[in-house]
């Protein structure tokens, strides 16, 4: 294989001794089947539905390759920059050692990771992790009194503003439809700002099918479904009674076309925003970070 390895030091023991190398690899080969992950594989061949368990994701920066390591997930590998190898990657490379003695450590020159990602890395890291199983929708929601449930939101740049909305707005947990783009794509987490690693979040599984299931099972757990929608029959976003109820599940639908009329039929409540200047509706993301705020205080 035409690489070239060279063995750094990347830091020392609290007693003083010198800690197993970290494996830094020059990148000079990109046809390396070892870069696959960050190069050539779909978000869809990441996930590896087939064989979850060997399933990886990719998080961008030294910021969110934080936030995701103290959520528990584990390295695989990490793409650097050179210059950042001794600078501001340099103490998460330390932390992603401690969870896998063995990392691969990519490096080589801005204009050399551009080419091979296909993107100029302007935070300096990448780091592929393995994906973790699921939780149930019950684990998820347990000890929650406000969530939100997506439906169908295949935008990953809207999921994970949502998803960023959600934790800084006071929302306890996320729930997706099967159809919504997964949280862990790229783009999601880097739209998120690593909030993905910070709210509790899952799918409703083939066992539990959107609406009809899943809304009859936040029904047993004692939530009240609110689902925000245009229609002549909704209350504003504002009325009592949504900020009264103890356990509030906020339901968002897919960009355009909104939620389906069966799960609107199935909520306890249907809101709406209060728009002016004409303006009918806002895009699913800004109207999230609208109703959390209000219904998450």
Known sequence: MNRHEIHVSIGRSEAGGIREMANMIEITDFTDPALDVYARLSEVQLQNRHEPHKGMFIAESPRVIERALRAGYVPVSVLAERRHV??????VIEECEKKCPNLAVYTADFQVLTKLTGFAL????????????????E????????????????????VGAIIRSAAALNMDAVLLTAACSNPLYRRAIRVSMGTVFQIPWTFFQEDCPWPEAGVRLLNRMGFKTAAMALREDSIL?????????????????TEGDGLSADTIARCDYTVRIPMSHGVDS????????????????
């Open 282 to 297: 806002l895009n699913v993301a800004a109207a999230s970070a609208v109703a959390f705020w209000q219904l998450g205080r």
């Open 122 to 137: 302007t935070r300096g890291m990448l780091c592929a992790m393995y994906r973790r199983p699921l939780p149930s929708v």
């Open 86 to 91: 001794e600078g501001q990657a340099k103490p």
């Open 237 to 253: 976003l504002d009325d009592r009674r949504l900020t009264k109820e103890e356990k509030l599940a906020v339901v968002l639908g």
């Open 139 to 158: 684990e998820v929601c347990k000890g929650a009194r406000r969530i939100a449930v997506l439906e169908n939101v295949v935008n990953p740049t809207n």
